[in-house]
Structure formats: C-alpha cells, structure tokens
C-alpha cells in the first residue's frame, strides 16, 4: 500500500476535474476524511462520495446513508463495485457534476474501500488489465490517464489517503494489520466494535463465540491449530491479524446504522 502525501493528494486533485470520495458503506463517517473534502472545495471542485461495498448492508441503509450526504451539500451514491453494480449511475453523476468535456475523474479514498475496483468497474471492459498499454482499448495518448466509457478519463493513480486517528480508526481506515504496533489490542477493540451494532456477528462469521474479545482471540487460535512451538500456548497475535483480514474482506456481517458516528 501506498499512501500519498497530502502534498501529492493536492497535486493529485489539481489534475482532476471531478473528485469521487470512495467510503465504506458499512462504516462511512469512519471512513470519509473531511480534510480531503475541504481540500477539493477549496479548489473549486466537486466531490462525488461513493458509498463502496454497499452489497455488505441492506438498500435502505445506503439510500438513507445517500440522504444524509445529499443533506451535506455532496452528491452521493451508492455502489457495490466488485459486482459492478451501481456504477452507471455514477457514471451519470460524474457527466452531472460538471460540463466540462472530456471530464477527468481522480478516484481518492482511505486504503480499503475499493478505489481500484470502482475504477476497474466505471471502466468496463477495458478495465480489465490493470496498466495502460499501447494499442488496448485502455490506452489513450493523454498521459497519466486512462480513457473510460464515453468522455471518461481517470488519472492512473488513485489518491491514497493516509490513514489517520487512533488505532481502531486507523484500521476501520484501513491501516494493514501488519504495520500495527499491538494487533491484538486493536482486534479486541474491533471485536467489541463490531458486536456493539451486531451481536451476533461472530457466531455467524465463526460459527462460535466466546463473548469476549481475548477468549474469542484464544479460541479461534485454538480452533485454526495456531499454537506457540515453545509452550503450546494459543498464537492469540495469528488470530488477531486473521480477524483484521476477515473485517477488511467484510467477512464479518455488521454495519453502523445511518448516521451514527463512532469515535
Ligand atoms: P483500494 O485499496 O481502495 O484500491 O481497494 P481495492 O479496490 O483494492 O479493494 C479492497 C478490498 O475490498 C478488496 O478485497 C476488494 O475485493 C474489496 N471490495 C471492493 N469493492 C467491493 C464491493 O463492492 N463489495 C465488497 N464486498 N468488497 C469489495
């Protein structure tokens, strides 16, 4: 992963003429950064925030989550990239947003919420191969860009925004679990997260639980056969950084009801 310098996001930006805010669907004010949605206001520019992942919790969930942004003064929409659903009518509001043609887009999100895969979706068939190459449908000779449908372009490089706020934050923003400094007190945190807006969640996505964060870490290790070779003890920090992946893969059924931000 890497993440860009606000310094780059700016130039980033700049390049752009329309600017869509990839968020979570299942965490979206975790997962938005108003500093970047003041930066491309300051330059004049639209913001289009696009509610990603939206397969992971129920329709009326991201229509009210749409409402609550639209009531913000940002166009929103809500998407569920990987299965390219959603992604026409972004392609419409990215058309809205602005007239001026071809219209540039610059993809910009926290790690994690699917900047790739929107681009890869809005591009359709050419979205296939993941560089431009001379002579593909993908290729255009403005450099930096790659044509999509229409009068799309979007800059090759989607602006990273660098995970910010405490740990838990950093890692609903999706910080890698192996550059935390303490998994497993961020998984416990994660744990009681996430069974805060859905109790049931682990036994759904585990098929048990323990009904506390360092039993369950202890018995998932145990169940996976993860043990220290010294002391047979369970890999309790194998187990942490499993469930981190598994939030990220969104094997883990839960969301924040519309509106509510955690902090
Ligand atoms: P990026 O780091 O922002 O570029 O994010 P990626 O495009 O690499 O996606 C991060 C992870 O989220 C990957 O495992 C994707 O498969 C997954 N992902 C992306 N879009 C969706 C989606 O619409 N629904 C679900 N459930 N997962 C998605």
Do not use: C
Not at 5 to 19: H, K, M
Not at 97 to 124: E, H, M, Q
């Amino acid at each position: 992963m890497i993440t860009l310098s606000w310094g780059s996001l700016a130039a980033l930006i700049r390049r752009a003429d329309v600017v869509v805010e990839t968020v979570d669907a299942r965490v979206p004010l975790n997962t938005r950064s108003r500093r970047l949605e003041r930066l491309v206001e300051t330059m004049g520019k639209p913001v289009i925030i696009a509610l990603n992942k939206a397969d992971l919790v129920p329709r009326e969930v991201a229509e009210e989550w749409t409402r609550i942004f639209r009531g913000e003064g940002y166009e929103a929409v809500y998407l569920a990239a990987r299965e390219h659903k959603g992604t026409r009518v972004l392609r419409k509001k990215i058309n809205r947003a602005t007239d001026v043609r071809p219209v540039v887009v610059a993809v910009v999100g926290y790690p994690k919420t699917g900047k790739s895969t929107v681009i890869n979706a809005l591009r359709g068939r050419a979205g296939a191969s993941t560089s431009p190459v001379p002579g593909s449908p993908g290729f255009t000779k403005r450099p930096g860009l790659y044509r999509g449908p229409g009068q799309i372009y979007f800059l090759d490089t989607p602006g990273v925004i660098p995970p910010d706020g405490n740990p838990l934050e950093k890692t609903l923003r999706g910080a890698p679990p192996e550059k935390l400094k303490d998994p497993v007190g961020v998984a416990a945190e994660l744990y009681k997260f996430i069974k805060k807006y859905n109790p049931e969640a682990f036994e759904e996505a585990y098929g048990f639980d323990t009904g506390e964060p360092y039993s369950f870490l202890e018995e998932l290790a145990r169940r996976r056969g993860w043990f220290y070779k010294s002391d047979h003890e369970p890999l309790v920090e194998e187990a942490a950084k499993a469930l981190l992946y598994d939030y990220h893969k969104g094997k883990i059924p839960f969301y924040v009801p519309p509106g509510e931000y955690w902090r």
